[in-house]
Nanobody
Framework: QVQLAESGGGLVQAGGSLRLSCAASGRTFNIIPMGWFRQAPGREREFVAGIAWNNDNRHYGDSVTGRFTISRDNAKSTVFLQMYSLKPEDTAVYYC??????????????????WGQGTQVTVSS
């Protein structure tokens, strides 16, 4: 089973950029769809971005489309979330999540069986 570890969070001013990384252990990373979710205090976990296991499909949440980019490096078992034009409402704990081997790309948290510990992103106004 894959294990995940996020990094790259921090404090940034509105309009700034951050890149999150999620390093995966295990041998099945290159056949697993990957997703990024976020959760702000008092709010439900929200889908941010996802990428298919074979890199042929990406999907973004409405609130981040055009500002965030997800990518993966299967050789390094790592998925990235590049965030531009950050807004205070992007403040949340960001989680990396792994789907099922050869699974389809979805936006539902319940379709992702493995989660990282999360990394805090804080955007100041």
């Amino acid at each position: 089973q894959v294990q995940l570890a996020e990094s790259g969070g921090g404090l940034v001013q509105a309009g700034g950029s951050l890149r999150l990384s999620c390093a995966a252990s295990g041998r099945t990373f290159n056949i697993i769809p990957m997703g990024w979710f976020r959760q702000a205090p008092g709010r439900e976990r929200e889908f941010v971005a996802g990428i298919a296991w074979n890199n042929d499909n990406r999907h973004y949440g409405d609130s981040v489309t055009g500002r965030f980019t997800i990518s993966r490096d299967n050789a390094k078992s790592t998925v990235f979330l590049q965030m531009y034009s950050l807004k205070p409402e992007d403040t949340a704990v960001y989680y990396c999540a792994a789907g099922r081997p050869f699974g389809v790309l979805t936006t539902r948290p319940l379709d992702y069986g493995t989660w990282g510990q999360g990394t805090q992103v804080t955007v100041s106004s």
